[in-house]
């Protein structure tokens, strides 16, 4: 904050029930009726996957999939999506299992710091859950709100359209990174004598 | 021994000749261990060189790490070791470092360019409930700074803010309506000073100087820095065959990565300091935090978060990092302090604003016979980096030509805005962008190609600057040639209509600082790697580097796994924690692939040495003729006989436990002894050429570029799938800053674009289609041959716009950024000048070449075989710049010309001569004004 512009904060504004379904898991929390969506969800709902970049809309990190629409949660007051499906990074993946999104982000460069990604997974998600065969062009329109300081959106876009191949199942998953818990024992078979194939 | 056999089958084991017993033979391929694959994967022999009876083309000839490859890891595209992390939303930056209690802190901010505070009154703040904790620039009286010769800041402001947004006071209170209320409580008296924001008035005498630096300071100046560098025989730009003169006016521009700075601060119950921060040099942050705190630092941990982008940014020690403390410390909770975007932007650290006047002559044969920069760089409030960045925007444009001569002076002043400091490309960008185009303009005088006029003036490999840097490998004559090919140039170049341009853009960078910042390179290493390997076969490996999403935490997975040879999966790397972590200098200057992966090779192949020991035990064959593959070790000419890696591992572990190695990277010596000889100076340079296409309308000024064909040399390529990304992301902040973006201060000195809003970077739509080409010359020190791959590629893009404008418009421009406005008033201006009525009729530029082009192809033709042959040190004669002009590399260049010189200061009849920045000679330090008086 600069200057000395007077901010009373007191009274400050009065907790209410907020609820909600996030990732597929009922929430109720207490949060202030004039907190945006971001704040609840991180600091309230604990999904840190959501990122605050700007605050003022424009860099698209916070985007969540609201009722299956991405929105930016920066700019959603919370009281307005009250008892709303809320999707964010957090709830991409199929229990352990990546989604073809997040894997493709994974092997496709589409991620470098990461910061941004949340917020780009859940525009292409979007994009695929409504066009799986998407052009480059339509997938440059499906991430315009979404900045990315990074990677220079190049690969980003290769990355969705890898992954638009998976989601149509017409790829086969095949990069380790595909997978988080690949294998129960990751150090595979202690005993050397053990034929091929026993640690599977 | 016999649970080290191999197969039931054989239990007894085979006899050599000798009567030595061995372990078994096998008669089917034997399972790996560890790893999840049970099966021993085959020898990659696409990803071994050829000098090492791999397939793998070496055309720069032999590798000192040839023979410790595997196959493995290095040359293979991959995805970020982390990136599983990133992609379900579990990486965690610095604002999601939770702690149990934690308390917010908010800063507050001065809302005066420069004033001196006379008073600060917290009682109100005090009663206000739900105020932990007040803290003022008294309570934190040790200056810091991240280069020791220039340690000028304070945690908050101590007698003086320097800027708006500089930083007053802090408080901690339960939340943040109560922290941010807190801050309109604070009763402040200033007195007003006189604001600076012009850096051309920094040269002038001031009352108030913003800081002062006793005897060492300029007259009454705002000079914080200043250079005079002068190699060669100036008399050689006398008679020149083509001559440029440009004067650049570039803005500041900003990193805009996404993540604002967060910090966590936190005292355990022990009284140690956990500070959780996105830095890319944590060490200097630990060095900095005890010199503020008064605390030793071992008795302060500086855990890395996630890192939400850098590129410069956030690798200065900061201010609002103290102030965590600092309120932690008196609130006794954890301090969570998170920026908001504005006050990223008031943080800054962002590229310099510059006034850069370039004059560059070339000779009758085409020869640069030299360069003339003057820089006159905005610093901001503080010192930051810019002791460095003064040299770099001179030295870093000695090379790739070969110059007749260089005289450089510049200077870093001090004005009442948010600091400069060092950004992705730090220093070189801007007067890399004004001598590139200079060339172009010079190519255009002499009607050459000026691809051909570069090929024949390139600086071949294993040569010395006319500075004195040592270049080893060079690709530069390759990625000239690639983009040439790629991009059709020879049929695109002065011969596309109007509106539609294609320029061409060079770039030469350090690979890591020779010197480090804080210490004598003879006293300690510049980067330390510790590995341990237990019973289990993970291998640990313990780094200071900083992933800031670069993908160093992968490169050092992928070397570590290329000598050992084990799947990348089992190589896990902890870098996040100081305590755990050897010191490293961070993630700046493009060292941390060079020096931190040479580190990790070599404790790599201390590990490598101990299995290979175990192994030899175990087997009777000694270890030059043991080969390590895939989780097994086996004798060379009987793959058959082997034992797996976890064997050996338990064998070497019998009287140890764990295995640990540690491997050290040092910098050779090198460089000049003049005066700042150590800018710049590198272990090894990347190189790059940039071709960009451009549509121009000339009705409107808007410039959009639509393709680029980006040729880089990375020495080696460890990750190709990562380096293609570093050369994709620098066009993308390349073209940001070229064509839209800056930061607008208006004429009160404010900065009015605060915000991604108003701060324009490239979204999706503005990124033209970029080809990139990746040149590997294998440098001889590099890991694997690797050099940087993350900055240098930034270079090329700016001026490869600015000329490819000029093709399409035959306007040259030197205001960045081109944005519309810029352009549109540029044409007006021409449009007028040369009596012209609609803008499309303007005549784009052609090319007839003279027949100086066909002397530059030759003499092209000849260094390309010169260069071949030093490149695979088949011929290994000294060469210095100087050579094209006809010097014996053998002999000081002094003594051959007349009027050589090589000064840091300037001769008293220069002075009347020198560019703008250089004025700054014309003041007196204090100390010998004193003497005078």
């Known amino acids: 904050m600069v200057g000395k512009e007077h901010i009373t904060m007191t009274p400050p504004a009065a907790s209410e029930r907020w609820s909600g379904v996030v990732n597929g898991r009922p929430v109720e929390v207490l949060a202030p009726s004039n907190a945006v969506l971001l704040d609840v969800l991180r600091d309230k709902v604990g999904t840190l996957g959501v990122k605050r970049g700007c605050d003022l809309g424009t860099c698209g990190c916070c985007t969540v999939m609201i009722d299956g629409v991405p929105k930016l949660s920066c700019l959603t007051l919370a009281g307005q999506v009250k008892d709303t499906e809320i999707l964010t990074v957090e709830g991409l993946s199929e229990g352990a299992h990546l989604t073809p999104i997040q894997t493709c982000f994974a092997t496709h460069g589409g991620s470098q710091c990461g910061f941004c990604t949340p917020g780009f997974m859940i525009a292409s998600q979007a994009l695929l859950n409504v066009n799986d065969n998407p052009s480059r062009d339509e997938i440059a329109e499906a991430i315009e709100g979404n900045l990315c300081r990074c990677t220079g959106y190049q690969q980003i876009i290769d990355s969705i359209e890898a992954a638009a191949v998976l989601h149509r199942g017409e790829g086969e998953v095949t990069s380790p990174a595909s997978d988080p818990h690949p294998d129960p024992h990751p150090s595979g078979p202690e005993d050397p004598t053990m034929p091929p194939g026993h640690a599977k | ?933």
């Open chain 2, 1 to 933: 021994m016999g649970s080290y056999r191999q197969q039931p089958g054989s239990g007894k084991g085979d006899q050599r000749r000798d009567g030595k017993r061995v372990a078994g033979k096998q008669v089917f391929p034997p399972p790996g261990s560890g790893g999840s694959d049970p099966e021993m994967r085959p020898r990659d022999l696409d990803f071994i060189p050829e000098t090492v009876g791999g397939r793998e083309p070496k055309p720069a000839g032999d590798h000192i790490h040839d023979r410790d490859r595997t196959g493995t890891a290095v040359g293979k595209p991959m995805a970020l070791v982390d990136s599983n992390a990133k992609v379900t939303g579990q990486a965690w930056y610095g604002d999601d470092v939770r702690l149990q209690g934690e308390a917010i802190g908010k800063i507050l901010r001065s809302p005066h360019h420069y004033a001196r505070i006379k008073s600060i009154d917290t009682t109100r703040v005090e009663a206000l409930p739900g105020v932990l904790a007040v803290a003022t620039g008294e309570d934190a009286p040790n200056r810091f700074g991240v280069l020791p010769v220039t340690k000028d800041e304070h945690a908050m402001a101590v007698d003086k803010v320097r800027h708006v947004g500089d930083l007053v006071a802090c408080v901690a209170a339960v939340d943040e309506a109560t922290a941010i209320e807190a801050l309109s409580l604070f009763d402040i008296e200033w007195e007003l000073l006189e604001p600076v924001f012009d850096p051309k008035k920094g040269l002038e005498d001031h009352d108030e100087p913003i800081h002062w630096r006793g005897k060492y300071h300029l007259a009454r100046t705002n000079v914080q820095k200043r250079v005079f560098q002068e190699f060669g025989d100036r008399s050689l730009v006398k008679t020149p065959n083509a001559a440029s003169h440009g004067s650049w006016t570039m803005a500041g521009v900003h990193h805009g990565f996404t993540e604002p700075h967060a910090v966590v601060a936190h005292w355990d119950p022990n009284g140690r300091l956990q500070l959780y921060t996105p830095q890319q040099v944590p060490h200097y942050t630990h060095r900095a935090l005890s010199t503020v705190l008064d605390v030793p630092m071992h008795q302060i941990n500086v855990v890395r978060t996630f890192v939400g982008g850098g590129f410069g940014g956030k690798s200065d020690p900061f201010p609002h990092e103290m102030c965590a403390a600092i309120l932690a410390r008196k609130a006794g909770v954890p301090i969570r302090i998170t920026f908001d975007r504005e006050e990223v932007y008031w943080i800054n650290r962002g590229r310099h604003p510059s006034h850069i006047d370039v004059k560059m002559t070339a000779d009758n044969e085409g020869r640069i016979s030299g360069f003339d920069i003057d820089a006159l760089i905005d610093g901001g409030g503080f010192a930051s980096f810019g002791h460095v960045t003064s040299y770099y925007n001179g030295v870093l444009a000695t090379a790739p030509y070969e110059l007749g001569s260089f005289h450089y002076t510049g200077a870093r002043v001090w004005t009442n805005k948010p600091a400069s400091g060092a950004m992705r490309g730090h220093g070189a960008v801007n007067t890399r962008c004004a001598v590139e185009v200079g060339l172009d303009e010079m190519a255009e005088q002499m009607a050459v190609d000026p691809i051909d006029l570069r090929l024949a003036n390139l600086l071949p490999p294993h040569s010395r600057t006319i500075s004195g840097f040592r270049i080893t490998s060079n690709g530069m004559r390759e990625a000239l040639t690639r983009v040439r090919e790629g991009s059709d140039w020879d049929n695109k170049f002065r011969q596309l209509p109007l509106g539609k341009g294609i320029g061409i853009g060079c770039g030469f960078f350090i690979s890591g600082s020779g010197l480090p910042i804080h210490w004598d390179p003879k006293n300690f290493p510049h980067a330390t790697v510790h590995i341990q390997v237990d019973m289990d076969g993970g291998v640990t490996v313990h780094t200071g580097a900083a992933d800031i999403g670069q993908g160093s935490t992968t490169a050092v997975a992928q070397v570590v796994a290329e000598v050992l040879a084990l799947p990348v999966e089992m190589i896990h790397v902890r870098s996040h924690e100081s305590d755990t972590s050897p010191v490293d200098l961070g993630s700046y200057s493009s060292r941390v692939t060079f020096m931190n992966a040479n580190a990790a090779i070599r404790a790599a192949i201390g590990i490598r040495d101990q299995l290979l020991k175990a192994a030899w035990e175990m087997l009777g064959y000694h270890p030059n003729v043991l080969v390590l593959n895939d989780r097994r070790i086996y004798y060379k000419h009987d793959p058959a006989v082997g034992v797996s890696y976890l064997q050996a591992l338990h064998k070497a572990q019998e009287d140890t436990g764990a295995l640990i190695a540690r491997g050290a990277y040092r910098s050779p010596p090198m460089g000049g002894v003049h005066k700042g000889a150590a800018a710049g100076l590198a272990p090894a340079y990347s190189f790059s050429a940039y071709v960009a296409e451009v549509d121009v309308d000339v009705e409107t000024g808007k410039v959009s570029c639509t393709n680029v064909w980006a040729a880089h040399d990375c020495g080696k390529a460890l990750n190709p799938l990562a380096v293609r990304g570093q050369i994709i992301g620098s066009c993308h902040m390349g073209l940001g800053q070229v064509l839209s973006e800056k930061m607008v201060y208006g004429r009160t000195g404010h900065l009015q674009n605060a915000n991604l809003l108003d701060y324009k970077i490239p979204s999706v739509h503005e990124m033209p289609h970029v080809e990139p080409i990746i040149v590997e010359s294998s440098d001889p020190e590099g890991p694997f041959g690797a050099k940087e791959a993350g900055e240098g590629p930034l270079l090329p893009i700016l001026p490869a716009v600015v000329n490819a404008v000029y093709d399409a418009t035959g306007i040259r421009m030197r205001d960045l950024p081109l944005t519309p406005d810029v352009v549109y008033k540029a044409i007006e201006k021409h449009l007028k000048k040369h009596d012209i009525d609609d803008p499309l009729d303007l005549v784009p530029p052609t090319l007839t070449h003279a027949p100086l082009q066909e002397q530059l192809v030759e003499r092209a033709k000849e260094h390309e075989i010169r260069d071949r042959l030093r490149q695979r040190s088949e011929d290994t004669s000294a060469y210095v710049n100087g050579v094209l002009f006809g010097f014996d590399p053998n002999r000081p260049l002094s003594e051959q010309v007349e009027g050589w010189r090589e000064a840091d200061e300037p001769l008293p009849e220069q002075l009347a001569e020198l560019g703008f920045a250089g004025r700054a000679w014309l003041k007196k330090e204090q100390r010998h004004m004193e003497d005078d008086a």
